[in-house]
Nanobody, 127 residues
Framework: QVQLVESGGGLVQRGGSLRLSCAVS????????MGWFRQAPGKEREFVAG????????SYADSVKGRFTISRDNAKNTVYLQMNSLKPEDTAVYYC????????????????????WGQGTQVTVSS
């Protein structure tokens, strides 16, 4: 059983930064991608960024490219999302997830390709 626990969310002003963490227990294969998604009220869950434990491939949504950085610490079984230059439209509940199988070398960007999910952490960006 894989368990994921997100942390690091909060309230920040426009232009500010936050770093989200996703601690993974019962880690899956290094060939499985880890992803960050977000869901704003009244909107569908959308892909934000993804990475492989084995390194190499990363992927970002166009809306966050150049502002967000995904990384992983294999020794700590933790995936991070560094978010800079935050905007009010980044306000959402952020979830981390692990893919259901390997899609290497491509990072999957659709929610149905991810099987285990965390409980989410709220990020609110004020204007």
């Amino acid at each position: 059983q894989v368990q994921l626990v997100e942390s690091g969310g909060g309230l920040v002003q426009r232009g500010g930064s936050l770093r989200l963490s996703c601690a993974v227990s019962g880690r899956t294969s290094t060939s499985y991608a880890m992803g960050w998604f977000r869901q704003a009220p009244g909107k569908e869950r959308e892909f934000v960024a993804g990475i492989y434990w084995s390194g190499g491939s990363t992927s970002y949504a166009d809306s966050v490219k150049g502002r967000f950085t995904i990384s992983r610490d294999n020794a700590k079984n933790t995936v991070y999302l560094q978010m800079n230059s935050l905007k009010p439209e980044d306000t959402a509940v952020y979830y981390c997830a692990t893919a259901v199988r390997s899609f290497m070398p491509v990072v999957p960007t659709t929610a149905e390709r991810y099987g285990y999910w965390g409980q989410g952490t709220q990020v609110t960006v004020s204007s």
